[in-house]
């Protein structure tokens, strides 16, 4: 690994001299979050970085949207589920089991340009799909003396931050000058290795290469509609608590229902965004 960061030191220095982005680093995360079960869960992402920009996402959310960006690659993508989730069962109806393919279930991206002062997201909330733009001055650091951690080999210094209604202490590897780090965590003299706020939210770094892979736009972006980030939180929580009865006024007629450790039903827990949000400052007054 100090390899690994010897050599990206070297480009980026290189990159300094001649004005010119040629080389990038893909960090892996495990991100970890509470449940309304009062479990956690954990996703595997990605953070592309260059010196001046920064895209964080999942890999097979980026492959599934790169393929629906066109005619063909929806054929392909549509062609690929049949063959691992579609079964023709006795009566010549079919079947299908999701779960068995490679289907989208982390929508997160995020952008970070601080030449433009600003990182746009990209998410589901509730039914809907939505983006926005958020000034980097929004997070502000607070660096922690005597305070050191090693994540990968490297030592870490710790800054803190309220950001949106959590307290996040963050780790950050001054021998990696990059400024980025997952989610839209930035503006640290080092790249973010790790971060966790109290409730069992964490972003913790698993690996890390360097890549010619370019930072591509935004795939699907017609999809998206601009939003208001509190309103789009405020209105996805709703619709996680009452997604049944929403779904049948719309003529559905389902029946939503969670199954405790022996498969007996049992009420769907409720979402609280306090307990399950990263970011919960839409329900604090």
Not at 195 to 223: C, K, V, W
């Amino acid at each position: 690994m100090k390899k690994v960061i010897s050599s990206i030191i070297v480009y980026l220095v290189a990159m300094a001299a001649f004005a010119q982005d040629n080389s990038e680093i893909l960090v892996s995360y495990d991100c970890t979050r509470p449940t309304k079960s009062n479990q956690s869960v954990t996703s595997k992402m990605l953070l592309l970085t260059s010196p001046t920009d920064a895209k964080y996402f999942n890999e097979l959310s980026l492959w599934v949207d790169s393929l629906k960006s066109t005619p063909e690659g929806k054929a392909q993508y549509m062609d690929i589920l049949k063959k691992s989730c579609m079964t023709v069962e006795p009566d010549g109806s079919t079947s299908w089991d999701l779960s068995k393919g490679p289907v989208k279930k982390v929508f997160t991206y995020v952008f970070t340009q601080p030449a433009d002062g600003t990182l746009t997201v990209y998410d589901k909330y509730g039914e809907d799909l939505g983006y926005y733009a958020e000034p980097l001055t929004e997070m502000r650091w607070t660096m922690v003396e005597d305070s050191v951690t090693t994540v990968l080999g490297y030592k870490c210094l710790m800054a803190e931050s309220e950001y949106h209604g959590r307290h996040w202490k963050a780790w950050f590897a001054p021998e990696i000058p990059i400024s980025f780090g997952p989610w839209k965590f930035h503006g640290l003299p080092g790249l973010i290795l790790k971060a966790e706020a109290n409730g069992g939210f964490s972003f913790t770094a698993t690996g890390l290469e360097l890549t010619n892979r370019p930072i591509s736009p935004m795939y699907l972006q017609h999809d998206y509609t601009e939003i208001n980030r509190k309103e789009a939180l405020k209105n996805a929580e709703y619709y996680i608590n009452n997604e049944e009865s929403i779904m049948n006024a719309q003529g559905q007629n389902v029946k939503i229902y969670s199954l405790d450790m022996n498969g007996n039903k049992v009420e769907v827990p409720k979402y609280d965004g306090l307990r399950h949000s990263l970011e919960p400052d839409y329900k604090i007054k």
